[in-house]
Nanobody, 123 residues
Framework: QVQLVESGGGLVQPGGSLRLSCAASGSIFSINGMDWYRQAPGNQRDLVATIARGDITKYADSVQGRFTISRASANNTVYLRMNSLKPEDTAVYYC?????????????????WGQGTQVTVSS
């Protein structure tokens, strides 16, 4: 019903920058909030940044001041601008969306995940 496609990951040197994108498509009535998570090998998946209705944003302490989450409602896309990247930022980054969808004549609400994009910070 709803698909999330991430892009923008890659290899970057410490101190560098990347911008991740996540585009949502499908039977979307509205998007209630979108988040970025990350998961390093052997670790749990952790919340990095979130943007809610009204563009209210919150960040994990580890990325506060370095990462910026934003959204383009017109095309159901969320971005994560990552500056001053550190080796400890290396992980697979996942997009999550809280979506109200339309199925036939019924509405429903569910969370959806993207497939993940690898970010590697290394010299």
């Amino acid at each position: 019903q709803v698909q999330l496609v991430e892009s923008g990951g890659g290899l970057v040197q410490p101190g560098g920058s990347l911008r991740l994108s996540c585009a949502a498509s499908g039977s979307i009535f509205s998007i209630n909030g979108m988040d970025w998570y990350r998961q390093a090998p052997g670790n749990q998946r952790d919340l990095v940044a979130t943007i809610a209705r009204g563009d209210i944003t919150k960040y994990a302490d580890s990325v506060q001041g370095r990462f910026t989450i934003s959204r383009a409602s017109a095309n159901n896309t969320v971005y994560l601008r990552m500056n001053s990247l550190k080796p400890e930022d290396t992980a697979v980054y996942y997009c999550n969306a809280d979506v109200t969808y339309l199925s036939g004549i019924k509405y429903g609400r569910s969370d959806y995940w993207g497939q993940g994009t690898q970010v590697t910070v290394s010299s």
